[in-house]
């Protein structure tokens, strides 16, 4: 050991070595105590509604597996050869052109879903409707 480092050694010896009281601020204890009481007075933080938001999750889940099976169904038919072979030159139309009531009816099936969700997400929601 060199003697600079001797030395620092001895004046930090000397240091940590008083006996001097560490006195806080005046005001700290007052502030300290007063934020501990706040903190216990505060309400608890509200827990998360899991047995609301589970089914969602379920099947939000399972879709999502339907999702992946089918692709990897389709994926595995192309590489056979037999997809091809089964698809329609064009899509069919979803309404006969010769009936007026095909539109009416999906589009009454479309208002008649979106009211269905929505009751059903108000009464999760617990809101009155």
């Known amino acids: 050991m060199t003697d ?15 006996k001097d009281e560490i ?3 005046s005001g700290f204890t007052t502030f300290v105590m007063e934020a501990v009481r706040q903190e216990a007075a505060a309400p608890p933080p ?8 589970l089914p969602g999750l379920l099947l939000a889940g399972v879709a999502i597996v339907a999702v992946i099976v089918g692709g990897v169904a389709i994926f595995v038919q192309v590489g056979r050869g037999s997809l091809a ?3 329609p030159s064009a899509p069919a139309p979803l309404v006969v052109t ?3 009531g095909g539109p009416v009816m999906w589009t009454g099936l ?8 929505f009751k059903f997400s108000m009464r999760l929601a617990g809101g009155r409707s």
């Open 85 to 87: 072979a089964h698809m």
């Open 98 to 100: 010769g009936s007026q």
């Open 110 to 117: 479309a208002l008649l879903i979106a009211f269905v969700s």
């Open 4 to 18: 600079e480092r001797k030395m620092e050694d001895t004046e930090m010896d000397q240091i940590l070595s008083r």
């Open 46 to 53: 509200i827990a998360f509604p899991w047995k609301r938001a």
């Open 23 to 25: 006195v806080p601020s």
